[in-house]
C-alpha cells in the first residue's frame, strides 16, 4: 500500500465521498479520512501537514449550509437565500482549513475565485480565455434594462455570483415590450426556490421581483451566446480537466437553453458532437479547457462548462466549478473522474509549495500531466 495519506472533507455518507473512497482503495491507498463539513465549521481541527486534503462539495446537506450563512435556522428545502454569506462562511472555513498546514488538493483562494462568476470570469477573461462578453455588475431589474439597452444587447443570462445548479439563474429575453425569462426559480409568499421544473415568466413584474429579490446577493450578467445544436436540443459540455489535462466529458442537451442534466435534460451523444465540431474545433476547445485549468494551477481538477456557439467554429467557457467531477457512469480508459486524480497523484502531481496561502494561488510548476506517467424542489448545492 502506498504511503500517502489522504482526507476527504466532505458529508459523510455522500456519494461524492463514497467515490473518491472506492478510487483511492482501488489504487491501492488507505481508505481517506474523512473530516465532516459540519465538524470543520464547529470548530474541529484542521488536518496535519503530512496530509493531502481533498476538499469536496458542502452542498445537499441543509445544516452545513445554515453553518456556513451563519443563520439560526435552516433554509427550507430549496430555499434560494444567504448566498453572500454562504461564500463568505466558506471562504472562512477554507482559511481555517489551510492553517493546519496540509498539502491542499483543491486551493482555497482557487475554490473562492470559482463560487464568485464575477471574479472567475475576470480571471478567465485575464488570461485570453474565451468568455461571453458580460455587464458590468447591477444591483436591480431596473439597473439591469438600463445596462442592457446602453449595451444593444436584448438576450442575457442573469446569474447570482454565488449559485450553483442553476439556483436563480435566469435566461433573458426581451424583443420591444416583449419579455421572456426562462428559469428554475420558483416564487412562493415572496420568496425563492430552486426547482426542478424550468418554467416561462412573461410578465415584467414577475420577472423584476426575481431579479430584484437576487440582486442584493451579487449578480453576474452575460451576453446570452446562441449555442450550437445537435437534432432538436441546443448542447453544451462539461469538461473535466485532471491535473492539467482534459479527461472527461459529458454533453448536456436540452430544449432550452438551460442545460443542466438536473432539470431533466439528457445526456447527448459525445461521439456526434466530436464530430460536428471537426476535429480542429473540438481540438481548440480542449486547448481552451487546458487554458482554464492554467488559471488555477495548484488545483488538482477543475471542471469547465463549454458551449459551442452555432456553426461549430467558436466556443466559449460559461463557467468553472470547484466540485464539478462528479459524472456517474462516465470512464476514459476504464476510469471515472476519481480514479483519474488518483492516477495523478500516484504519479506524483503535488501543488507547489507555499500554495496553500489565502491569496491567489501562484504560477504552477506541474504543467499538463502526460498520459502514460506514473416539479419538486431541489436543495440548493455548491457547485
Same mark, same amino acid.
Given at each position: 500500500?502506498?504511503?500517502?495519506?489522504?482526507?476527504?472533507?466532505?458529508?459523510?455518507?455522500?456519494?461524492?465521498?463514497?467515490?473518491?473512497?472506492?478510487?483511492?482503495?482501488?489504487?491501492?491507498?488507505?481508505?481517506?479520512?474523512?473530516?465532516?463539513?459540519?465538524?470543520?465549521?464547529?470548530?474541529?481541527?484542521?488536518?496535519?501537514?503530512?496530509?493531502?486534503?481533498?476538499?469536496?462539495?458542502?452542498?445537499?446537506?441543509?445544516?452545513?449550509?445554515?453553518?456556513?450563512?451563519?443563520?439560526?435556522?435552516?433554509?427550507?428545502?430549496?430555499?434560494?437565500?444567504?448566498?453572500?454569506?454562504?461564500?463568505?462562511?466558506?471562504?472562512?472555513?477554507?482559511?481555517?482549513?489551510a492553517s493546519g498546514g496540509a498539502t491542499?488538493?483543491?486551493?482555497?483562494?482557487?475554490?473562492?475565485?470559482?463560487?464568485?462568476?464575477?471574479?472567475?470570469?475576470?480571471?478567465?477573461?485575464?488570461?485570453?480565455?474565451?468568455?461571453?462578453?458580460?455587464?458590468?455588475?447591477?444591483?436591480?431589474?431596473?439597473?439591469?434594462?438600463?445596462?442592457?439597452?446602453?449595451?444593444?444587447?436584448?438576450?442575457?443570462?442573469?446569474?447570482?455570483?454565488?449559485?450553483?445548479?442553476?439556483?436563480?439563474?435566469?435566461?433573458?429575453?426581451?424583443?420591444?415590450?416583449?419579455?421572456?425569462?426562462?428559469?428554475?426559480?420558483?416564487?412562493?409568499?415572496?420568496?425563492?426556490?430552486?426547482?426542478?421544473?424550468?418554467?416561462?415568466?412573461?410578465?415584467?413584474?414577475?420577472?423584476?421581483?426575481?431579479?430584484?429579490?437576487?440582486?442584493?446577493?451579487?449578480?453576474?450578467?452575460?451576453?446570452?451566446?446562441?449555442?450550437?445544436?445537435?437534432?432538436?436540443?441546443?448542447?453544451?459540455?462539461?469538461?473535466?480537466?485532471?491535473?492539467?489535462?482534459?479527461?472527461?466529458?459529458?454533453?448536456?442537451?436540452?430544449?432550452?437553453?438551460?442545460?443542466?442534466?438536473?432539470?431533466? !435534460? /439528457?445526456? *447527448? @451523444? +459525445?461521439?456526434?458532437?466530436?464530430? %460536428?465540431? $471537426?476535429?480542429?474545433?473540438? &481540438?481548440?476547445?480542449?486547448?481552451?479547457?487546458?487554458?482554464?485549468?492554467?488559471?488555477?494551477?495548484?488545483?488538482?481538477?477543475?471542471?469547465?462548462?463549454?458551449?459551442?456557439?452555432?456553426?461549430?467554429?467558436?466556443?466559449?467557457?460559461?463557467?468553472? !466549478? /470547484?466540485? *464539478? @467531477? +462528479?459524472?456517474?457512469?462516465?470512464? %476514459?480508459? $476504464?476510469?471515472?473522474?476519481? &480514479?483519474?486524480?488518483?492516477?495523478?497523484?500516484?504519479?506524483?502531481?503535488?501543488?507547489?509549495?507555499?500554495?496553500?496561502?489565502?491569496?491567489p494561488a501562484g504560477a504552477g510548476a506541474?504543467?499538463?500531466?502526460?498520459?502514460?506517467?506514473?416539479?419538486?424542489?431541489?436543495?440548493t448545492c455548491v457547485s
Open positions: 500500500m502506498t504511503d500517502v495519506r489522504l482526507t476527504v472533507v466532505g458529508n459523510p455518507g455522500n456519494r461524492r465521498v463514497r467515490l473518491f473512497t472506492d478510487a483511492a482503495l482501488a489504487g491501492g491507498l488507505a481508505a481517506p479520512t474523512v473530516l465532516p463539513w459540519r465538524d470543520l465549521l464547529a470548530g474541529a481541527a484542521p488536518p496535519p501537514a503530512d496530509t493531502l486534503v481533498r476538499v469536496d462539495s458542502p452542498g445537499e446537506d441543509a445544516e452545513v449550509d445554515r453553518l456556513l450563512r451563519g443563520a439560526a435556522t435552516p433554509a427550507e428545502h430549496g430555499e434560494i437565500v444567504g448566498l453572500a454569506a454562504g461564500h463568505a462562511g466558506l471562504r472562512r472555513a477554507l482559511d481555517r482549513l491542499l488538493l483543491n486551493q482555497p483562494a482557487d475554490i473562492v475565485t470559482m463560487c464568485d462568476k464575477r471574479r472567475c470570469h475576470a480571471r478567465l477573461d485575464a488570461a485570453g480565455v474565451p468568455v461571453p462578453p458580460a455587464l458590468p455588475e447591477v444591483t436591480g431589474y431596473a439597473e439591469l434594462r438600463a445596462a442592457m439597452r446602453a449595451a444593444g444587447w436584448t438576450r442575457v443570462f442573469v446569474k447570482p455570483a454565488h449559485g450553483s445548479s442553476a439556483s436563480g439563474v435566469l435566461a433573458l429575453a426581451v424583443n420591444g415590450t416583449r419579455i421572456v425569462a426562462t428559469t428554475p426559480v420558483e416564487r412562493e409568499d415572496g420568496r425563492l426556490f430552486n426547482s426542478l421544473r424550468v418554467r416561462r415568466y412573461t410578465d415584467e413584474g414577475d420577472v423584476a421581483a426575481i431579479v430584484d429579490r437576487l440582486a442584493p446577493e451579487g449578480l453576474h450578467v452575460e451576453r446570452w451566446l446562441p449555442k450550437a445544436g445537435l437534432a432538436d436540443r441546443v448542447v453544451d459540455l462539461r469538461v473535466v480537466v485532471v491535473a492539467g489535462r482534459p479527461t472527461h466529458a459529458v454533453v448536456r442537451a436540452g430544449r432550452g437553453p438551460i442545460t443542466n442534466l438536473h432539470l431533466g !435534460n /439528457a445526456r *447527448g @451523444d +459525445l461521439a456526434a458532437l466530436r464530430a %460536428a465540431a $471537426g476535429p480542429a474545433h473540438w &481540438a481548440a476547445a480542449m486547448t481552451t479547457c487546458e487554458q482554464v485549468a492554467a488559471c488555477f494551477p495548484d488545483t488538482l481538477h477543475v471542471a469547465v462548462d463549454l458551449m459551442f456557439l452555432a456553426g461549430w467554429a467558436r466556443h466559449a467557457v460559461a463557467e468553472v !466549478n /470547484a466540485f *464539478g @467531477d +462528479l459524472l456517474p457512469g462516465v470512464l %476514459a480508459d $476504464g476510469r471515472d473522474t476519481y &480514479a483519474e486524480q488518483v492516477r495523478a497523484l500516484l504519479a506524483g502531481w503535488r501543488p507547489t509549495a507555499g500554495a496553500n496561502g489565502p491569496g506541474n504543467g499538463p500531466w502526460p498520459v502514460g506517467a506514473g416539479a419538486r424542489r431541489e436543495a
